[in-house]
């Protein structure tokens, strides 16, 4: 069974200064799509940042980036130049492609950019 | 307006009511999820909608019955619930189940209903 594990219940950053959150994952798949999704106080789940497993090159969006290590079963967000509206909770999310387009979720990461 | 509308925000009920949870999603999508977030642990995945038709019943109780009455609209039905079931109840959609051009296998989420069972 695919599972995914984000190591950093906490953490908080600096405004303008870059962070990197954790995440891994098993799988015994070779094609899969993994997510970075964001939930502010709000609630709502927004999308970051998505990497399709067979594209080597890592993904940006912004301010946003990955650092994708297949052979690792790594997948770690890098924001940089963070901002106050980057407090959230991230969640890593992964999707084997199946029948049911099902994401599987880590427990997230609560990031805390100070002023 | 978001594109996936969840009401009602907060529901607080007791283990012998019945109420219901709505999502609506306006991104003209045909696929509809049912997540449970409990604290301290990953989303679940309950139920998974396509053209209206349930694929996924992920070992959900009875007490929690779904129902998507067409490609926009998706409910939850709750009856004699536990305090266990209080959690934030999110709705996503996407653009069919399998990837592609459109669908990409993203899910757009909702704000969520939190639900407090008394």
């Known amino acids: 069974a695919q599972t995914v594990t984000q190591s950093q219940p906490e953490m908080s950053v600096q405004e303008a200064e870059t962070v990197t959150l954790s995440c891994t994952y098993d799988t015994s798949e070779n094609n899969y799509y993994l997510f970075w999704y964001k939930q502010p106080p709000s609630r709502q789940m927004i999308l970051v940042i998505r990497q399709e497993a067979y594209k080597q090159q890592n993904a940006t969006e912004n301010r946003f980036s990955v650092n994708f290590q297949k052979a690792a079963k790594s997948f770690s967000l890098k924001i940089s130049d963070s901002q106050l509206g980057d407090t959230a909770m991230y969640f890593c999310?992964?999707?084997?492609?199946?029948?049911?387009?099902?994401?599987?979720f880590g427990t997230g990461t609560l990031l805390a950019v100070q002023p | 307006e978001t594109g996936v509308t969840q009401t009602p925000r907060h529901l607080v009920m007791g283990m012998t009511n019945k109420k219901s949870l709505k999502c609506e999603q306006h991104l003209g999508h045909n696929a509809m999820y049912w997540y449970k977030q409990s604290a301290k642990k990953p989303l679940e995945l309950m139920f998974v909608?396509?053209?209206?038709?349930?694929?996924e019943n992920n070992s959900v109780p009875s007490r929690f019955s779904p129902e998507c009455p067409n490609s926009s609209h998706l409910f939850l039905h709750l009856h004699t619930l536990q305090p266990e079931d209080s959690a934030l109840y999110l709705c996503?959609?996407?653009?069919?189940?399998?990837?592609?051009?459109?669908?990409?296998?993203?899910?757009?989420f909702g704000a969520g209903t939190r639900l407090s069972v008394l």
């Open positions: 996503a959609s996407s653009h069919g189940l399998a990837g592609g051009i459109k669908s990409k296998n993203i899910q757009y």
């Open positions: 909608y396509s053209l209206e038709e349930r694929v």
């Open positions: 999310a992964f999707n084997g492609g199946g029948a049911t387009n099902k994401l599987i």
